[in-house]
């Protein structure tokens, strides 16, 4: 098994000689004796832990650790800081900035290899568990990818000669079994499509495709798609478009779609009884125009601490195999992970008297903002 690596930082080479000595031949060394080259081995060789003195001239060990957990690729390397000090303030300072332990001096030889043992110990089993969830993950994205086409496959012939059998089936009760059928397959075959949208945009990334549409007519499909629902449910429909949206801009049209349609079929799904609405609006916001989205409802609303959780794989509300409310849980994965390939951000609140409020925010561009491609 390859050894670890540790680096010991300090400016003081008898420092140096004492903690080498202290950790035998058991650990790979590396030394630097200033912030500054330990700051540029560290990025050329990450080292699996960092011994670091504090008091240093030029850096010193509070700021190459603040450094250093700044930096996505050095931010999980444990650091022990060694000093002779050992005030709490600076004891809690260095713990904050995201340091493990602290290694007093004078240094004890016993106490230098037992700790740099445990938390060694410590990041192994930590950098195992990521690996297993890592390949767990990539397991379960592989298995969804596949089960979702070879469902999918058989759902469509399914659903096609349904169609076309009620067009020539004739006796009531027939037809009325067979639109059970119908139904039932075209909901699995929603689910599938949430299956394999999911697995392509976290394999793929799924980037936009931005470009411009008159927003008046995309809103007032949307609207009649959404009225149509409410409708078929007895359901009031609210709509409220802000009179400063502007003609046209520019997003991915689709991807847009899909996020409003998921959030207000879910909002028509979780009413019983009262009112959907929709309200579109022009918001400024640190400096930035954005587009709002407001999807309201009277339903049955949401407990605050699944406000965040909702958003997660496979999770609903009540998660229950009893549930009153089917579904896999992903509409919302996809309406949030949609989101994000646009900059935008997306949150869910309960109203004041009952109910929810799903929130959708993407930046406002118009096509005059487009940076033209050069040509060649």
């Not at 670091?52 to 030029?58: A, E, K, N, Q, T």
């Not at 016993?110 to 043992?117: L, Q, S």
Request: charged share 25%; proline share 5%; aromatic share 6%.
């Amino acid at each position: 098994m390859k050894r670890q690596t540790v680096m010991i930082v300090d400016d003081t080479p008898a420092n140096i000689e004492i903690l080498s000595e202290s950790l035998g031949d058991e650990y790979e060394l590396f030394f630097a004796t200033s912030g500054f080259d330990a700051l540029e081995l560290i990025r050329a060789d990450k080292p699996d832990l960092i011994l670091l003195d504090i008091m240093m001239p030029g850096m010193d060990g509070f700021e190459l650790c603040r450094i250093l957990k700044g930096e996505p690729s050095t931010r999980d390397i444990p650091i022990i800081f060694v000093t002779a000090m050992i005030e709490e303030e600076q004891e809690i300072k260095g713990l904050e900035l995201g340091a493990i332990d602290y290694l007093t001096k004078p240094i004890s030889p016993h106490i230098v290899r037992a700790r740099v043992k445990n938390h060694l110990e410590l990041k192994r089993y930590r950098d195992l568990l990521e690996t297993l969830a890592s390949a767990a993950d990539r397991a379960k994205k592989e298995f969804l990818r596949s089960v979702s086409h070879e469902l999918r496959t058989p759902l469509t012939p399914i659903i096609g000669m349904t169609d076309l059998v009620l067009t020539q089936e004739e006796d009531d009760n027939k037809r009325k079994y067979l639109g059970m059928v119908q139904k039932s397959a075209t909901r699995l075959l929603g689910i599938v499509e949430d299956l394999i949208e999911t697995s392509r945009l976290e394999g793929e990334g799924g980037a936009p495709e931005n470009a411009p549409f008159h927003l008046k007519s995309f809103l007032d499909m949307v609207v009649m798609e959404a009225r149509a629902m409410a409708d078929a449910k007895g359901l009031t429909f609210n709509v409220h478009l802000d009179a400063a949206l502007p003609e046209v801009v520019v997003t991915d049209q689709a991807m847009l779609h899909k996020v409003l349609t998921m959030l207000l079929g879910n909002a028509v799904k979780f009413t019983p009884a009262g009112a959907v609405g929709l309200e579109v609006c022009r918001q400024e916001i640190a400096g930035e125009q954005m587009l709002q989205f407001s999807i309201s409802d009277t339903g049955v609303g949401i407990d605050e601490a699944d406000l965040e959780r909702i958003f997660s794989d496979f999770t609903q509300s009540d998660g229950s195999i009893t549930r009153s409310y089917p579904g896999l849980g992903l509409g919302l994965t996809l309406a949030r992970r949609m989101t994000e390939l646009m900059d935008g951000s997306i949150w869910a609140e309960n109203a004041p008297n009952g109910g929810s409020v799903f929130q959708l925010q993407i930046p406002l561009v118009l096509p005059d903002e487009i940076a033209p491609v050069s040509g060649c």
